[in-house]
């Protein structure tokens, strides 16, 4: 496994891809497969692989960062 990429985000549904490398005594080959978020997100922290969100995708979701950052804060429970 290469990475993951988190692609679109359609009628509230995330779609990503799962890339793949295989090498052999021919070559190398990458593999590009369609795959629930959920699914490669939990391949990729298993094998310490990297998470991306295509730019567009990035751009088009609200920014959580601050709530993330309270909730840290409070330890673990979101301010009313």
Known sequence: MERVIITELKNSTYYARLILQQQNELGRK?????????????????????????????????DMSELLERINENGGEAEA
Do not use: G, H, W
Request: charged share 25%; with cysteine; glycine share 0%.
């Open 30 to 62: 990458i593999v590009e497969i369609d795959a629930r978020p959920s699914d490669c997100i939990a391949i990729a922290t298993a094998q310490k692989k990297p998470i991306y969100v295509a730019a567009p995708l990035f751009e088009e979701v609200e």
